[in-house]
């Protein structure tokens, strides 16, 4: 098989969660023998600051990204830094698409991520090509909050409009969990199957938790991290529902200041870099993007934090903490879609009752060890990507093989 993925921008190599899961889903196809080509439509600001201009990146045999690196693509982007959708994606392809339609024409299968170029892919692929429709998200939900001057009614109904389309038009859709399905069958007509794929975690990051490593004490040093104190991880990139999290962090770091045995807040990723530094407790600290000793700033903390209050799809930072064998405490709002059991894999409480939550966790290591050890179990036999992109790719075979 021959699949041509579509993506709004760079997506390799993978640093937020939805460029995870768009790497993730496709993962195994060259593995098994397929070829896969992805067309992205504009750079990433990671890109750009690493100068990493390059048109064509070979991934592995048989994978490859194809960047189109257009001005136009660029522009029609700055919406979302306002927290806008990408609505102009579509109409930007028929004025710049650079290569695109031959890909299409020459795909046996197109997978489209999320619902803002699928108007687009729908136009241009024939009659005889199926197009999957890769959801990240229900976006009628994630977007449903927007309150921008002026535009709160045209953005929600072009969000729908959008979402219809790539649903019910689609030949088959790909989907994080069991209930974004539901939604759209309630919502929406789909055209096709719906495939649940869930958000998950690489085989390799499976592993135990180190808090005695050499990496673990570097990390610890360098943020200059008491090493008694009991170290609460929040991780994220630069997103809405995730800023709004590290706020509700540092709100329980707040009611916990003083606490003995002292509690340290290490919050990690770009979602840092939109927080008021000169405005944080002492035991708040922000790392910023974290490229160098990624994994040992896991083995440093003894909780991870998951105090999600909005967004949609499910929380693939929660399947990392999984993977890393870390006990976690998530509002009931994180752990949507995801088949957990409170106490065996992790600790459920809403916002206000975070600092007794970690009270207890901080003074129960062995309860700590236990829920990090079952969470870690959970996450290898149902929550990796290679398992999830074996199951995709299986499916399409099912649906329309043979090629």
Not at 18 to 27: E, F, N, Q, S
Not at 45 to 70: F, N
Not at 98 to 108: Q, S, Y
Not at 221 to 229: G, K
Request: charged share 25%.
């Amino acid at each position: 098989m021959h699949l041509c993925q579509v993506a709004p921008y760079v997506t390799y190599p993978p640093r937020m969660g939805g460029d995870h899961r768009t790497h993730g889903l496709v993962k195994e196809f060259p593995v098994e023998g397929d070829t896969v080509v992805r067309y992205c439509q504009g750079g990433s600001p990671a890109m750009y600051k690493s100068l990493d201009l390059r048109r064509r990146v070979q991934i592995t045999d048989g994978y490859e990204e194809r960047r189109h690196l257009h001005p136009l693509h660029e522009v029609i982007k700055a919406p979302m830094l306002l927290g806008y959708p990408n609505l102009l994606a579509s109409h930007a392809l028929r004025l710049a698409s650079d290569g695109l339609d031959e890909m299409l024409a020459d795909a046996d299968v197109v997978l489209a991520r999320e619902p803002w170029q699928t108007p687009y892919i729908l136009d241009h692929t024939t009659e005889e090509t199926p197009v999957v429709f890769s959801s990240h998200n229900v976006e009628t939900e994630r977007f449903g909050d927007i309150h921008q001057p002026l535009f709160d009614e045209h953005v929600e109904a072009r969000v729908d409009t959008l979402e219809r389309r790539s649903v019910e038009e689609s030949d088959a859709i790909i989907c994080t969990s069991d209930r974004d399905a539901r939604v759209y069958r309630e919502q929406y007509d789909p055209g096709g199957p719906i495939i649940v794929a869930p958000n998950g975690t690489y085989e390799s990051a499976l592993r135990e938790h180190r808090p005695n490593s050499d990496g673990a004490i570097q990390v610890r040093e360098r943020y200059d991290i008491p090493s008694t104190a009991t170290v609460c991880l929040f991780m994220g990139s630069n997103y809405k529902p995730n800023v709004e999290a590290a706020e509700a962090t540092v709100d329980v770091a707040r009611r916990m200041q003083g606490a003995q045995p002292q509690v340290h807040f290490l919050i990690m990723g770009s979602v840092g870099n939109a927080l008021d530094e000169s405005s944080l407790p002492e035991h708040v600290t922000t790392t910023g993007y974290v490229e160098a000793n990624f994994e040992a700033h896991f083995d440093a903390a003894d909780i991870a934090l998951n105090p999600m209050l909005s967004g949609g799809g499910t929380n693939i930072k929660l399947i990392d903490y999984f993977a890393r064998s870390l006990p976690v405490i998530s509002t009931p709002f994180g752990v949507r879609g995801i088949a957990v059991e409170e106490d065996r894999h992790l600790c459920v409480a809403e916002i206000d009752d975070f600092p007794n939550a970690i009270k207890r966790l901080r003074d129960d290591p062995v309860r700590r060890e236990n829920i990090g050890e079952n969470a870690r179990k959970l996450a290898a036999d149902q929550y990796t990507w290679e398992a999830a992109s074996r199951k995709v790719r299986d499916r399409i075979y099912e649906l329309f093989g043979p090629f």
